[in-house]
């Protein structure tokens, strides 16, 4: 079984991609590694991958929203890229894209 998360640290940016299922088995070690990872990596920027994520649950949207605060809070900010649109679905119908920005590509939100 491949990891659930991979995780990529590009100077105080964390991007976060994410597996195929975002629910609420793996959001807990979602929310525990990252944590982590920002307290040791002075983080104010994080990124969520979705290329790979084809489902996601409440438990997803709440990681999303508690990065989002956790990152404005402290002056940072948070963005996705790669959502298709069963999760783009999703992300609209909880209000995501009017809080997190999107990026067409990894390459674009690093250009930021």
Avoid: W
Avoid at 5 to 28: M, V
Avoid at 50 to 64: C, H, N, V, Y
Wanted: include cysteine.
């Amino acid at each position: 079984m491949k990891p659930s998360f991979i995780y990529e640290a590009k100077e105080q940016t964390l991007i976060i991609h994410l597996p195929e299922e975002l629910d609420h088995h793996n959001c807990r070690n979602l929310k525990y590694e990252t944590d982590l990872l920002m307290a040791e990596n002075y983080i104010n920027r994080i990124v969520f991958d979705f290329s790979e994520t084809r489902f996601m649950d409440s438990s997803g949207i709440g990681i999303l929203l508690n990065r989002y605060k956790q990152m404005k809070a402290g002056g940072g900010s948070a963005g996705f890229y790669g959502a298709g649109p069963q999760v783009m679905r999703v992300l609209k119908i909880a209000g995501i894209p009017a809080l997190l920005s999107r990026y067409d590509s990894k390459e674009a939100a690093l250009s930021e």
